[in-house]
């Protein structure tokens, strides 16, 4: 199955790298075709698709969220976290069945789909179901263990981490721990030997919040970071989520360690953790990628919102318009993402890569007039300028429509989900 | 010519009134029924729109732009203040004629449909000619002088008040000035007489920048407010734009004097001005409109991110993630703008209130599932769920389609103004 993209404006993301005016080809599920029109190989292409001068760019990469919490979406807003928590998510999710969560993670992949999302880290209850979820969308996906003292245990983990890892090739399984407050110390030493035998890096959510970074400090005289680090969980590397309240000696272990940081500015915002110190990130040298985080604390799934969140915090944060500028951020939003996600055959435009590849449309007021393609995107882009997604060379959304997905179906079933819930 | 919307869920945004499934009617420019069907009045409806449990409310009032500044969108970001007005925006400026900013100004207007805005509070070169934009595209504007010491003149202010108040049902024109730092003290001293003359309130870009509070106590001894309080500036009342940096003095005042406050956080984001005292303002009692701010400063027209903005800094800047809840925002976007800009009758929907008017689409995937939907829209809600926007009884925008106006015409106009200005 053969695609052709033409009269597109192509920006692969490679460094240095600028936009210019050609055709994109796919086979299957990998690009086989990047450049002018006038080189382009002729054959037969089951579609070819004028672009009308639009954008073609890589996939947007989601690297933090909880799909199922969809059911939670404006249910409990404007809460202290431990209200938030204790009273609103955790009794829920003890009622939520790995067929409920298959479900709400099917609604969050539409909207990723409308937001040009190409793939996602997802942290949530049942992996398996999510797996099924994503496979049958179309979704990439990176499934992340959030072990914690509750569980599962560390032989389920160790399960999944085997059964789900090349299941599909759309789906990936990493190790990861909730966070270090929600487990205890034999425990994360017990992870550590985990970690040691698959040789693997390691996913957590850290440092979000003061309290958190405080409280870690006064149990083990360390920061998160320093903890983790001590016994051994960062020796391969790894990511962690948030980053809000990380220090200068944070940051050497985590430049020592090639440790990356995914930032979810509109769940920091709204939870009131904080403004994550990005510009200081880059300037380390560290690897920071975006995520939405999940929809009962952002509550979108919008990687527009995020980008431009991402530039704008960090101005306001270091006091200086010249923070972050759109480039960087759209480099995070893609090249980064591939990294953090190690799917590094999606972070470009190039022959041989992965389709996991967006078009979007110029031809719309808040694209106009067309001065810096990468500052539209990152200062004024939204939704609505999505007019296609693909993943792994399959057309899934295009012009608003949802490929054969029955969208009413999906709604009402995650209505009555959210019913049982509620 | 009358209207019928059936099948809606229902945002009056009156006071303590809950959401609920019911009609609205229009006739002409007003509307003339809302409430439950089987109270409806029947009758020979030019259309009858099944709204399919969308919702219905006021449209959203941008109560502060520049909108003819869609010319440097995307042209001079990641710059100092300085070096952004000195560089680069003043000298294209001085090259804008008035029929280049009617046409960047359609350009904006185009967004703000998309964004639901259905009046703007515009302040930029060519008054006349954003008027003649208005009129021909059916916006729904107040015009403000931005007068300062390189121009116009208090008479050309004079006369455009007296001209352009009432020139036409959607437009009305606002005495303001620019700033503090871009008049000297002896033409405030004219203008308090102006104002004196007409009882006019008084429209003011104020307390933007620490820079700009710094200087002016160092001019006068005051802060902008309590300067422009002393020349008796705000004996009619009026509004300040950003408002970031006020004093708790200055917020008494502005209580004594009925000055309200238009919070612009795109903006103040992106030119690094710092985070205003929203969750203050709103304790005081202090009037709280919403503004997107012009294209080149913001970039987007969009009033979905400013309110998401509203809240989440609100929350980051208090460090309280209860501060300013999703319903206080969805007023300041509506109820509030409609008090700043004087047009009280368009703030909520009542019969005989004038049809400014938005219906926004439920039955996409970021707006599922439908738990509380003043938070949805606040929280999750985007310019894509715009499905149709209605201003003084006319559909201007449905379904991602301008009713009677030549797009493409508007974007090859504008860019052939932004080549000439580059």
Redesign the interface.
């Known amino acids: 199955m053969r695609i052709r993209f033409y009269n597109a404006r192509i920006l692969t993301m490679k460094e240095n790298e600028d936009i210019f005016t050609g055709e994109l080809h796919t086979q299957d599920n990998r690009i086989t075709y990047v450049g002018k029109s006038e080189d382009a190989p002729e054959g037969d292409f089951l579609r070819e698709i004028d672009c009308k001068g639009n954008v073609i760019m890589p996939g947007f990469k989601n690297c933090h969220t909880h799909s199922g919490m969809?059911?939670f979406?404006?249910?409990a807003?404007?809460?202290?976290?431990q209200d938030?928590l204790n009273n609103e998510i955790f009794p829920r999710e003890a009622k939520m069945s790995g067929e409920d969560c298959n479900i709400l993670t099917k609604?969050?992949i539409?909207?990723y789909l409308?937001s040009g999302v190409t793939s996602i880290q997802d942290m949530y209850l049942t992996p398996e179901t999510i797996a099924d979820a994503c496979v049958e969308m179309g979704m990439r996906c990176e499934l992340v263990s959030g072990l914690n003292k509750f569980g599962p245990t560390l032989d389920v983990l160790e399960r999944r981490y085997n059964e789900l890892n090349g299941k599909n090739p759309l789906i990936g399984f990493k190790m990861g721990v909730h966070a270090e407050y929600t487990c205890d110390k034999e425990l994360l030493q017990n992870v550590s030997k985990l970690i040691h035998k698959y040789e693997s890096p390691l996913y957590v959510h850290m440092s979000e919040t003061k309290t958190e970074v405080d409280e870690c400090i006064g149990r083990y005289g360390m920061t998160p970071v320093a903890f983790f680090d001590s016994l051994g969980l960062f020796d391969f590397g790894g990511v962690i989520y948030h980053g809000v309240w990380t220090t200068d000696e944070d940051m050497e272990i985590m430049l020592k360690r090639n440790i990356g940081v995914v930032t979810n500015p509109?769940s920091?915002?709204?939870?009131?953790?904080?403004?994550a110190p990005i510009d200081k990130y880059l300037k380390k040298g560290i690897t920071v990628g975006i995520g939405t985080d999940g929809?009962s604390s952002?509550?979108?799934?919008?990687m527009f919102?995020e980008m431009?969140l991402v530039?704008?915090?960090a101005?306001?944060r270091?006091?200086?318009?010249?923070?972050v500028?759109?480039p960087e951020v759209l480099k995070m939003a893609t090249v980064n993402g591939a990294i953090l996600q190690e799917h590094t055959d999606t972070d470009t435009l190039a022959k041989g890569k992965l389709a996991d590849i967006i078009m979007l449309d110029m031809?719309?007021?808040?694209m106009?007039?067309?001065?810096?393609i990468p500052?539209?995107i990152v200062?004024?882009?939204?939704?609505?300028n999505v007019k296609m997604t693909m993943i792994d060379g399959v057309i899934l959304y295009e012009d608003?429509r949802f490929a054969g997905v029955d969208?009413?179906e999906i709604?009402s079933e995650?209505?009555a989900v959210?019913e049982k819930l509620?």
């Open positions: 969809t059911a979406r404006s249910l807003d404007d809460l202290n976290l938030w609604l969050a539409l909207e409308t509109a920091n915002l709204k939870l009131a953790s904080g403004i929809p952002n509550n979108a799934l919008d919102r431009y530039t704008a915090l101005k306001v270091e006091m200086n318009p010249l923070a500028p759109a031809n719309m007021p808040n106009q007039p067309i001065l810096n500052n539209n200062y004024s882009g939204c939704k609505s608003g969208v009413e709604y995650a209505s959210m509620k």
